[in-house]
């Protein structure tokens, strides 16, 4: 009798189905939530060591104090109606986090706090609740099999042994298949869906959870309805991140989210982004108006060392856009270009939204940039043909991301092995000088390598800013300046002296970057903490330009002036909007203030942006402030900067029209009036233009001309079928007739 007591019977392999499945699910539902928590806020954070400490900490946390919870609640309850309970609040939390991380995602006092601080607060506020409910999970399932008297070790352990599998199932289902498939919102409702159907299952008879089922089956159609309306109200109840008009392309990809914004539409200009950062922009149609500078540093030394020849044998690390392929492609036609992009949704973004073509000539290998050159490599030492580059350009690392593999002395090793011996190996990377230990750390890892290292930036930016630096590696001594001498356009490189690499080297340590040693997000740690604030200067900034809108202008300034002290780069557009609100309220002294402001604070960061136009709007500001001597001379300053940027984009008929509108304040209506048929002859959709040109010659009195303008304008817009605008031209048309004829009337006399 004892003896049968301490050796029970084996149970039935049936009798712990049900605990086995309940675990099996639960722990597989809370694995794909965990590796798409990191997708879910990437979004709105961007992907870094950061984000996946605190995804992981915080999922830990949840599923330990559920663990903890949950075995207390199984002592006190019947098992079944637990599980039940449970199951309805878990699928409620998958609601939770689609509505949480919409909404704290655009909560600006977030913003506010130390980066570390804001990823984790983050992470905690949406995915917390959900840790825990089905962190709950398994101690009452095991409660609930060892109340049917099965042996209490093999119980527990098959059980645990369960759970570890639905874990690791989850893991690989959501990695592997679920996020390229379906995305990593719909896969949180499908997992809402699951729970609720386990819960319906424990407890059928419970007409509460019948009526939840019926409201989460009603938000997740709203919330991924393709109808207009659904996806209004979706966005209003925040099931939905609110729609952003400039997306005109975007994806879940296995390894981020792509996207691809509209500008502006004339020109057609558009930006890259993967996850939260831009990689690239785009002039569509001119690929040959390189937009980011690190761009023109590439063109300006490709075009310096490759004189004479026609065709080029190149690589490019890291896909992004295909911008600087394309450029290669159209200036060096027949070249071997060959694009290392492991992630195959980049490529197929840049095929629908931003102009590459499905017959490029540019060869895109879809692998890791690693394993690519370790076959390049064997190959070599199976046939002995080597295939060597004339440059390689490595355009895969942010600020938020480093792939460590591709910038190790090993790695390097095996750039140099297949570059010419005039060739050039060019690294992109993000940092701020006056910290730069990233930036040290790879020049001391390719000072390993290569007997030549240079760093160059843009020689405006200031010190203590975010900054784009090119990494420039040779086998031979290199003279930039007589490289880039005969390139086009005109840039102010600052490549590094001597002692400024001493400088790298120092605060860098002299940190050689290995397989077995890259601290590559702890060395870029300062640069995150800066980009921090960036963030929060454009949630600002949006936020003001919300505010305008709604004609709360007071708010919408005190936001402009937050935006600016977040991020003094911003300073400008900044103090731009406030001087625009204060003259649209009639304070034309408080407006002088604000543009003036922004002429400071270009002085101090020498970000030239938008400053033509603030130069106009402190010119207009003045004059109608009485200053007149004053004003003239910012207006000249705009004059002088509008007459660049065209020279710069000669096609953009909006800067013709912006220096047209400033030659007018000038009194100077000749070349007004040129600007303005520039314009005409560029846009001739846009009316504006067409009036504008008109009231310059009706200035002047040249009627004849305008007369002819305007006649030319109604044909061109009754064949386009724009009867508003024909009538409105016509009104216009018999005010120069009239007043024609009066001129004749008095000349008679």
Known sequence: MENAQNNPKTPPATSLLIPSATVFISSFCIMVLELVAARLIARHLGSSLY???????????????GNYLGGRVADRFQARKVLAALFVASSGTCVAIVILNNLVGEWIWLWQLSWPTRVFTHVFLVFMLPSTLLGTISPVVAKMALDRDLPTGRTVGTIYAWGAIGSIAGTFAAGYWLIGAMGTVEIVWVVGGVLLLMAILYSIRLWPFCIWAVVFLSAMAIAMAPMDWCQAAAAALSLREQPDPQVIYQDET??????????????????????????????????????????????????????????????????????????????????????????????????????????????????????????????????????????IYEDAINDYSVPYQLVTKEFNDKISDILTDDGVYMVTLIDIYDCAKFLGAVVNTLQQTFAEVYVITEARMPMWARNTFVVVAAKRQLDFEDIISGYKEDIQLWCLSSSGMDYLKEKSHGIVLTDDYVPAENLLAPVVRKSAKGFLAHKYFKEAQKLAKQGRLQKSIACYKKAAHAKPQLAIEAYREIGLLCAQQGDYTKAVEAFKKAVEYNEQTKAERNIPNVHFNLGIALQNSGHEKEATDHLLKAVQGFRTDTQKHPDSPEL??????????????????????????????????????????????????GISL????????????????????????????????????EQKQ
């Open 51 to 65: 984000t996946w400490t605190a995804v992981i900490g915080v999922v830990l946390a949840g599923i330990s104090l």
């Open 656 to 705: 013709y029209s912006r220096l047209g509108s400033a030659l007018v304040k000038i009194a100077d209506f000749s070349a007004a009036a040129q600007a303005f048929k520039r314009a005409v002859d560029l846009n001739p959709d846009d009316l504006a233009n067409y009036v504008n040109l008109a009231k310059v010659l009706e200035f002047q009195e040249r009627y004849d001309e």
């Open 710 to 745: 305007l006649q030319k304008a109604i044909d061109y817009m009754q064949r386009n079928g724009r009867s508003d605008d024909v009538a409105q031209l016509r009104i216009y048309l018999e005010v120069l007739e009239f007043k024609k004829w009066k001129r004749s009337q």
């Open 254 to 391: 296995p390894y981020c989210y792509v996207s691809v914004k509209r500008l502006s539409q004339d020109p057609d200009k558009r930006e890259f982004v993967q996850d939260k950062l831009t990689h690239s922009k785009i002039v569509m149609g001119d690929i040959t108006d390189l937009q980011y500078f690190y761009t023109k540093i590439y063109a300006a030394i490709t075009h310096g060392l490759s004189a004479g020849k026609e065709k080029l044998s190149v690589m490019v690390i890291g896909g992004g856009g295909y911008v600087y392929p394309r450029y290669v492609e159209k200036m060096w036609p027949g070249s071997l270009i060959e694009v290392v992009e492991i992630d195959p949704g980049v490529t197929e973004a840049a095929m629908q939204a931003f102009g590459l073509k499905r017959d490029t000539t540019i060869k895109t290998l879809t692998m890791d940039a690693r394993n690519y050159l370790h076959q390049l490599l064997q190959q070599q030492r199976q046939t002995g043909k080597k295939k060597l580059y004339d440059f």
